[in-house]
């Protein structure tokens, strides 16, 4: 969807402000409050904003349920794949992040089953499940519910799994994997060293993008599990380091 002028003015003053009435959008860009709400409801089915009681609230790319909102059917269809690569009796780590929150959401119908999570939000999806569950302890960030610091990094060292599904933020051919928030990528690179199967789930749309802390993953990634938009140049990189991959039909 290519946005016009007054819906990228929408976003700007969403950028600004976070939350927007109905009727401050309708005086800013001078038009009426019926254009307005077909403007939001167009932006809200492309992801950019969610509506709540006459107001434009802004996606916050931290917060789990936001990013649920984001490619939901396709995030749904990773996880039923990644899924597959599990087995009874397995004993897994389940990271952050909203395809690995959907990949908890299709195992909690599982009984033979242990998951390790260092997130709040996963451990309370599978609360009333019969999969045993493992919820870590250290320093809670209350947007994306992980759990980080020294201690979360000790906990892992002393607990074993043998596979392990992680989230990215983003990956480049010349600086790897990468994330956005300092405190998961250790979290993540600790989860690495303990050389399980490493398994990374994540859209295509995060490869060729590079974010400042740099994840410690060569040689540890085992298998991606991605969709059918990856690029063959793409491809090439990650057989190139030896990443086995699973897409999407």
């Known amino acids: 969807m290519k946005l016009n002028q007054r819906q ?8 600004r402000q976070g939350k ?35 107001f434009a609230v802004l996606l916050d790319i931290d ?3 936001d990013r649920l909102r984001v490619n939901f059917t396709q995030k749904q269809a990773l996880a039923q794949l ?8 397995d004993t897994i780590f389940i990271e952050g992040g909203s395809s690995n929150a959907l990949l908890a959401r299709v195992l909690a119908r599982q009984s033979d089953l242990t998951i390790i999570t260092a997130n709040l939000y996963i451990a309370s999806l599978l609360k009333n499940s019969p999969v045993e569950v493992i919820l870590l302890g250290g320093l809670l960030q209350s947007k994306s519910e992980n759990v980080v610091g020294p201690l979360t990094k000790q906990l892992i060292k002393q607990i074993h799994f043998n596979k392990a599904f992680i989230g990215i933020d983003g990956f480049h051919a010349e600086y790897g994997f990468t994330g956005r928030d300092m405190m998961r990528a250790e979290v993540i690179d600790t989860v690495l060293e303990k ?5 990374i789930i994540s ?42 991959m699973l897409k999407l039909d």
């Open 82 to 89: 990644a899924a597959t690569l599990i087995e009874p009796g």
């Open 203 to 244: 859209e295509s749309s995060k490869f060729g993008k590079i974010y400042p802390y740099s994840l410690q993953a060569a040689g540890f990634i085992k298998k991606i599990v991605t969709d059918n938009k990856i690029t063959p140049e793409q491809e090439a990189q990650f057989k190139r380091l030896h990443i086995e």
């Open 20 to 54: 927007v009435s109905v009727a401050e959008l309708a005086e800013k860009t001078a038009v009426s409050v019926v254009t307005i709400r077909h403007d939001l409801t167009l932006l809200e089915q492309e992801n950019y904003l969610k509506r709540e009681h006459g």
């Open 8 to 15: 990228q003015n929408i976003l700007q003053l969403l950028n």
């Open 195 to 199: 050389n399980a199967e490493n398994i």
């Open 63 to 65: 917060n789990v349920d």
